[in-house]
C-alpha cells in the first residue's frame, strides 16, 4: 500500500445535493479509485463531525482539512466580491481631493509649459522675421526645427518610460526642455545654427512628455476614469498654448523679443522641484495615499500596468506591433492629428495677421481663444466618454465616437473658417475646430494604454514619431504652399480633406480590445 505521501490525490469536487448521503468512485489517471462524498445540505451539520473518520483507499486522508480548505476559500470569494462591491466609484468631492488628481494636475501643468515653451516661438517668428528678412518658407523651417528633435525622442523615449518609469522620465525631460528654453536667447544672439539647435535640444526633451503622461495615467487611473485623467492633463497642454500666446506679446513689450523664454524656462525649473519632492511614481510608493484610495485603484487595475516595469524588455517587438492593423489606426490618427494641431498653432497668428491685417497682440489673442476652450472641451470629452463606458457601452465603440466627433468636426469646421470674411468669424470658426478636435484625446490618446498597457510607451512613441514627421510636413509645406499658390485657404481645404480620410481609416480598423502582439490574430496585416 502506498503511503499518504507518495500519493498524489484529486479530488474533483465536494458538492453539496439537496438529498440524501451519496458515495461515489473517482478514477485516477493511475486506475486506483478515491471516493468521492456528498452530503445534503440539511444533514450538513450533524454530519460534520463525521468527515474526520471518512478513510479514502490507498490512503488515509481527513476529510475534514478538505472541508475547511473549501469553506476558506468560498469564505475568501464571498469576501473579495463584497469589497469589490464596497468599492464603488467615488463621488466628484472625493475624487477632486484624492492623490491621483495631484498626479494628474501635476501632469497637466508639466504640459501646460511644454507647449507653453514652444508656441512661444509662434509669437516670437514675426519679428524674427522681419528683423532677420526671413521669408515665408524660411520662417516655415525655423518653427519646424523644433520637430527635428521631436522627431528623435518619442519612441526612445517611449522605451525608457516603459522600463523606468513615467516620473523619472518626465523629471529629465522637463530639465532639459526648461534649460534649452531659457538658453534660446542667447542661442538667437550667437548664430542661427545654434538658435536651430536650441529649438531642436527642447523638441527632443519634450518627446517624453505625452508617453510620460500615458504611463502615470495607466499606473494611478483605473480604466474607468483613464478618459477623464487624461481629459485633465490635456487640458493643460492646451491651456499651455492659450497662455503661451496671449503672454508672449505682454512680455515681448515688458522685456523684449526673449522675455517669455527667460520666464517660462525658469517656470520649468520650479515645477521641477515640486515634482521631485511631492509625486510618487506609483501609488503603492504614496505615504500619503489613504486606505480606501490605494485598495480602490489597486482593485480596478489591470495586473499587468502594476509589474511591466518589471517585465517589459529594452528592445521593443517593433515588427509585432507595426504587424497589427490597430497599432496602424493609432499611428494615422496621430499623424492627423499633430498635422493639424501644428499647422493650427504654428501659423494661424501669421494667419490672422496677413489675411486679416490684424496686429500681432490681436492676432495672438485671436489664436489664443480656442485654446482655452479645447481645454474645457477636452475634460468633457474626457467625463462623457467615462460615462458611457461605466453605463455599458464597449471601448471600442466608445473610442470611435470620440475620435469620429475628433476628426470630422474639424473638417467640417475648417471649410468654414475658409468663408469667414471677418477675424471674429474666423475666430468662431477655429474655435469649434479646435475644441471639438480635443475629443480625440478620448480617442487614440486613451486608446494607446488599452490595446497594449504593456507597450504603451513605446507605441505612444511610435506613434508621435509618424505624428512628428506629419507636422514637419505640414508646417514645412504650409509655408510653400502659400508662396506657390498665394492662399491660405487652399492649404486648410486640403487639412480638412485628410481628416475625413483620418477619420475613416480609424473608424474601420481601431479596436478597444487589448490585442495580442505575441501571435497571429484576427488584426494581423497579412490577414486582412
Request: hydrophobic content about 50%.
Amino acid at each position: 500500500m502506498s503511503s499518504p505521501h507518495s500519493l498524489t490525490l484529486k479530488l474533483h469536487s465536494l458538492t453539496l445535493l439537496q438529498s440524501n448521503q451519496r458515495v461515489s468512485s473517482l478514477p485516477t489517471p493511475n486506475n486506483k479509485t478515491f471516493r468521492n462524498v456528498s452530503f445534503s445540505s440539511s444533514s450538513l451539520k450533524q454530519q460534520s463531525h463525521s468527515l474526520s473518520s471518512i478513510q479514502l483507499r490507498n490512503g488515509s486522508v481527513t476529510a475534514r482539512k478538505l472541508y475547511s480548505t473549501r469553506v476558506k476559500a468560498s469564505n475568501s470569494e464571498e469576501e473579495e466580491a463584497r469589497n469589490c462591491d464596497a468599492l464603488e466609484s467615488p463621488s466628484f468631492a472625493e475624487f477632486i481631493t484624492s492623490e491621483r488628481v495631484k498626479v494628474v494636475a501635476m501632469l497637466a501643468l508639466a504640459l501646460a509649459l511644454c507647449n507653453a515653451d514652444r508656441v512661444v516661438m509662434s509669437v516670437a517668428i514675426v519679428p524674427l522675421s522681419v528683423t532677420h528678412g526671413w521669408s515665408r518658407s524660411f520662417s516655415g523651417i525655423v518653427q519646424s526645427s523644433f520637430l527635428w528633435g521631436y522627431l528623435v525622442s518619442p519612441i526612445a523615449g517611449g522605451a525608457l518610460v516603459d522600463y523606468y518609469g513615467g516620473k523619472i522620465v518626465m523629471a529629465w525631460g522637463v530639465a532639459l526642455w526648461s534649460l534649452a528654453t531659457f538658453l534660446t536667447p542667447w542661442a538667437a544672439e550667437t548664430s542661427l545654427l545654434s538658435l536651430l539647435a536650441a529649438r531642436a535640444t527642447l523638441g527632443i526633451a519634450e518627446g517624453v512628455a505625452l508617453p510620460c503622461m500615458n504611463n502615470m495615467v495607466a499606473r494611478w487611473f483605473p480604466k474607468a476614469e483613464r478618459a477623464r485623467a487624461v481629459g485633465i492633463a490635456m487640458a493643460g497642454f492646451q491651456l499651455g498654448s492659450a497662455i503661451g500666446l496671449t503672454l508672449s506679446p505682454i512680455l515681448m513689450s515688458q522685456g523684449g523679443i526673449f522675455g517669455p523664454f527667460v520666464i517660462f524656462g525658469l517656470s520649468g525649473l520650479l515645477w521641477l522641484l515640486v515634482w521631485v519632492s511631492a509625486i510618487s511614481s506609483t501609488p503603492e510608493r504614496n505615504p500619503q495615499i489613504s486606505k480606501y484610495e490605494l485598495e480602490y485603484v489597486l482593485s480596478k487595475q489591470d495586473k499587468v500596468v502594476e509589474t511591466k516595469t518589471k517585465k517589459t524588455i529594452v528592445i521593443p517587438p517593433f515588427r509585432r506591433l507595426l504587424s497589427k492593423l490597430p497599432t496602424w489606426s493609432l499611428i494615422v490618427a496621430n499623424a492627423m492629428h499633430s498635422w493639424g494641431f501644428f499647422v493650427i498653432l504654428s501659423w494661424m497668428p501669421i494667419y490672422f495677421n496677413s489675411v486679416y491685417h490684424v496686429d500681432l497682440r490681436r492676432a495672438a489673442w485671436f489664436s489664443a481663444v480656442p485654446w482655452s476652450v479645447m481645454a474645457f472641451t477636452g475634460y468633457f470629452g474626457g467625463l462623457w466618454s467615462d460615462i458611457l463606458i461605466q453605463n455599458g457601452t464597449s471601448i471600442t465603440l466608445t473610442r470611435k465616437i470620440m475620435q469620429s466627433i475628433g476628426f470630422i468636426g474639424p473638417a467640417i469646421a475648417l471649410i468654414g473658417l475658409t468663408a469667414a470674411k471677418s477675424p471674429s468669424l474666423a475666430s468662431a470658426w477655429l474655435t469649434l475646430a479646435v475644441g471639438l478636435k480635443a475629443f480625440s484625446h478620448s480617442g487614440f490618446l486613451v486608446n494607446l494604454q488599452e490595446i497594449a498597457p504593456q507597450y504603451s510607451g513605446v507605441l505612444h512613441g511610435m506613434s508621435n514619431t509618424a505624428g512628428t514627421l506629419a507636422a514637419i510636413v505640414g508646417t514645412v509645406g504650409a509655408g510653400f504652399f502659400v508662396e506657390l499658390f498665394g492662399s491660405f485657404q487652399g492649404f486648410l481645404l486640403l487639412t480638412s480633406f485628410l481628416y475625413f480620410v483620418a477619420a475613416i481609416f480609424y473608424i474601420i480598423f481601431s479596436t478597444g480590445e487589448r490585442v495580442n502582439f505575441d501571435e497571429a490574430d484576427e488584426y494581423n496585416l497579412e490577414m486582412r
